[in-house]
């Protein structure tokens, strides 16, 4: 996974794409975390941070406003959320 959680790391160095992730989220350790330098973090804070993003996009998928069609251009960022979350239920098994 750590391809994944470096791509998502990357994304969200951007102001504007992390506000939109975090939405109405006050402040979280995944602010420490994106504010620190990625090789430093351990397995627990790139798996917090991991599972925030992917917490973050099901949300948005389920509960947002926004139509099938607005998905598209999100489609890279899906497929690696799903990616992650069949890792990980796979791992739990």
């Not at 991991?50 to 999100?74: A, D, E, M, P, Q």
């Amino acid at each position: 996974l750590d391809a994944i959680i470096r791509h998502f790391n990357h994304r969200y160095q951007d102001v504007n794409m992390y506000r939109n992730l975090r939405h109405k989220d006050k402040k979280t350790e995944i602010d420490i975390i994106l504010n620190s330098c990625y090789e430093s973090l351990d397995n627990y804070k790139k798996l917090l941070f991991i599972t925030y993003v992917v917490y973050r996009y099901s949300n948005n998928i389920f509960h947002g406003n926004k139509s099938v069609r607005s998905w598209l251009k999100f489609d890279e960022q899906i497929g690696y959320c799903f990616d992650v979350m069949m890792k990980i239920l796979n791992d739990c098994k």
